[in-house]
């Protein structure tokens, strides 16, 4: 448990550090459950400056830090849907992800949702379960010619 999690808004500033902690998050933590090639793909999408600057500047998008690092993020898009959720791979299981679902969960409230929605890779099944989301089903979705094993679960709020 880390005491001093700070959270805040991100900023177009914040791209370097986000974009390498999805580059070895993914590398290193979900790694566990994907093999190489999707790996490799999905780590790819770090690259992809354009896409994070979107993000950040449509969806609400929040940066997890302790002191002046930054130790995860999330984003939420249609004001229901959780679409990123990632911790730094050496703040992993320090309850910075539980932070992070907490504010984003009210702000789907805020938003005027009953419901929050996510599509969770099979590393972060045991996370949502544990915080009480239901799977609604297993899919399968490609991307960049690989086919990436996912759940679309959900939590009423
Ligand atoms: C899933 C993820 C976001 C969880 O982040 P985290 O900050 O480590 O999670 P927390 O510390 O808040 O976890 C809270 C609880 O969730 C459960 N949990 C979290 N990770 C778990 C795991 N790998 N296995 C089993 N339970 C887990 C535990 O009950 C944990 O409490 P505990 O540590 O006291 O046992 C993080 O592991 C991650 O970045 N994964 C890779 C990226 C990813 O797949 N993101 C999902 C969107 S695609």
Do not use: C
Request: glycine share 4%.
């Amino acid at each position: 448990m880390i005491e001093d999690i700070e959270i805040r808004e991100a900023t177009l500033d914040d791209i370097p550090e986000i974009t390498s902690i999805f580059r070895d998050t993914v590398r290193t933590v979900n790694s566990r459950d994907y093999n190489e090639k999707q790996i490799e793909v999905w780590a790819s999408g770090a690259d992809d400056i354009e896409k994070w600057e979107e993000r950040i500047k449509k969806f609400y998008f929040l940066v997890a830090e302790v002191g002046t690092t930054i130790v995860g993020f999330s984003y939420l898009s249609k004001g229901y849907y959780l679409d990123g959720l990632f911790v730094h791979k050496d703040f992993q299981r320090r309850t910075i992800a539980s932070k992070l679902l907490r504010i984003m969960e009210s702000r789907v409230s805020i938003n005027g949702f009953d419901t929050i929605k996510s599509d969770v890779s099979i590393t972060a099944l045991d996370f949502f379960d544990s915080h009480f989301y239901e799977v609604e089903k297993k899919q399968k979705k490609s991307h960049k010619g690989q086919v990436f094993e996912n759940y679309i679960v959900y939590k009423d709020l």
